[in-house]
């Protein structure tokens, strides 16, 4: 992991050292975020966009004719709210019930938290006081914490006849990393793509921000990966001006 994370790292430094850095910016964000679920959970599972935050600072480095890069160092949360389709229902002891119960609904709330190193190349449009940009470039992510939260709904037999329900609550943390009882893992590489508008002003500018990041490694051996979508305010104050 310390070797992956020194490559982008060292790209920073060197492209920082070797161009023209016009400015530094702070973006503070809306991330919402899902799981791309395999085949064999989508059959049983839907899976929802989970709010989270994201802040970010960045450099922007001029390469000449409206091109620059904008290596990025960010925290974001990510994660999903998966829940079972209606039709869909276990017997009890397949989640730890008696027999007679049976499983008739299951959710879980998952928050992962990453530290992000995009580095984004964009291209400038506009002119006068207002602008706009389109972005792509990939981004190394870094998972160190997580917390989810459980819901487990049972009917089961309460008298002659009748049936009575209940839902069970429970959270749990989340190991992430490269060992053998790690939950999820660790890194992710992801392909990210935006855009924006920006406000021009004297010694700075003013952003609204889209961002979607396409998660490209399996997050868990089930076949789980990242998707997110960010959507946020910028400020960038101009360097040598």
Do not use: C
Not at 123 to 141: E, M, Q, R, V
Not at 174 to 193: H, T
């Amino acid at each position: 992991m310390k070797k992956l994370f020194l490559l982008p790292a060292l790209f920073l430094v060197f492209t920082a050292l070797n161009a023209q850095i016009s400015g530094i910016g702070l973006r503070p964000a809306l991330s919402l975020s899902t799981y791309k679920m395999p085949r064999n959970w989508s059959d049983s599972y839907d899976a929802s966009l989970r709010a989270g935050a994201s802040v970010a600072g960045f450099v922007e480095i001029n390469l000449g004719n409206r091109f620059t890069v904008q290596p990025e160092i960010a925290f974001t949360q990510r994660g999903a709210y998966i829940k079972s389709e209606s039709n869909i229902f276990w017997q009890g002891p397949d989640f730890g019930y008696p027999a007679n119960y049976s499983v008739v609904d299951y959710r879980f709330k998952e928050n992962l938290n990453y530290l992000d190193v995009p580095i984004m190349f964009e291209k400038n449009f506009g002119g006068g006081n207002l602008g706009a940009y389109l972005a792509l470039g990939p981004g190394f992510s870094f998972g160190f914490s997580g917390k989810g939260r459980e819901e487990i709904t049972v009917e089961f037999p309460a008298t002659t006849d009748a049936v009575d329900t209940r839902t069970d609550y429970s959270e749990y943390t989340i190991e992430m990393g490269k060992g053998r009882y790690d939950m999820y893992k660790g890194f992710d590489l992801s392909l990210n793509a935006g855009g924006g508008l920006v406000w021009i002003m004297e010694r700075g500018e003013l952003g609204l921000d889209l961002r979607y990041t396409h998660g490209l490694k399996l997050l868990s051996p089930d076949g789980l990966k990242n998707r997110n979508l960010l959507v946020g305010l910028s400020y960038m104050h101009y360097i040598g001006q």
